[in-house]
Antibody, heavy 123, light 107 residues
Framework: EAQLVESGGDLAQPGGSLRLSCAASGITFSNHAMTWVRQAPGKGLEWVAS????????FYADSVRGRFTVSRDNSENTLYLQMNSLRVEDTALYYC????????????????WGRGTLVTVSS | EIVLTQSPATLSLSPGERATLSCRASQSVTYYLAWYQQKPGQAPRLLIY???SRATGIPARFSGSGSGTDFTLTISSLEPEDFAVYYC?????????FGPGTKVDIK
């Protein structure tokens, strides 16, 4: 069964750092672009960052560019999100999601999601 | 950035009724639009991509239409499990953006 499992969410102070992980199973991880999407409590979905299957290209929302870094280790079937200079407004449930298409294409439609990991930024 | 506007914010209907949800883009996204369903405590699920193509395993009662700036998700006859929040998402131009969602609740 295809599955994505996020981890690493925690309580962090403003200005602090966290690294989120997303472990993939049941899929050929390197064949798919991957995306992080977040959802603040009681709010809608917000795209955060995306990365191509080989990790050669990345894309960021303006709200996180320069603070967050998306990366992947295809040998470990794992996606990462390094989050630095955290702000209160980064508080959210962070989902990782798989692209619907196979490399070299990326359609940026998300057909498999994890259950999310909660990041809380507060002093 | 392309802004997606969804209407109505809330749709109150009974099981068996037809649901029509709207998503409007601030500029053309051609047909590069998807719809997701999210139930409380669950991750979103892809329903429709490229405006009108059903994702794998999605029942035929879900259909999408539209192009350019105006899109519609139709649920032909609501089942109890369809009461949820629905989001549209565009992939035409970076950044990827989502609409604010339409909540379909039980009347």
């Amino acid at each position: 069964e295809a599955q994505l499992v996020e981890s690493g969410g925690d309580l962090a102070q403003p200005g602090g750092s966290l690294r989120l992980s997303c472990a993939a199973s049941g899929i050929t991880f390197s064949n798919h672009a991957m995306t992080w999407v977040r959802q603040a409590p009681g709010k809608g979905l917000e795209w955060v960052a995306s990365i191509y299957g080989l990790g050669d290209s990345t894309f960021y929302a303006d709200s996180v560019r320069g603070r967050f870094t998306v990366s992947r280790d295809n040998s470990e079937n794992t996606l990462y999100l390094q989050m630095n200079s955290l702000r209160v407004e980064d508080t959210a449930l962070y989902y990782c999601a798989k692209d619907q298409q196979l490399v070299p294409l990326a359609y940026w439609y998300l057909d498999l999601w994890g259950r999310g990991t909660l990041v809380t930024v507060s002093s | 950035e392309i802004v997606l506007t969804q209407s109505p914010a809330t749709l109150s209907l009974s099981p068996g009724e037809r649901a029509t949800l709207s998503c409007r883009a601030s500029q053309s996204v051609t047909y590069y639009l998807a719809w997701y369903q999210q139930k409380p405590g669950q991750a979103p699920r892809l329903l429709i991509y490229d405006a009108s193509s059903r994702a794998t395993g999605i029942p035929a009662r879900f259909s999408g239409s539209g192009s350019g700036t105006d899109f519609t998700l139709t649920i032909s006859s609501l089942e109890p499990e369809d009461f949820a929040v629905y989001y549209c998402q565009q992939r035409a131009i970076w950044p990827l953006t989502f609409g604010p969602g339409t909540k379909v609740d039980i009347k």
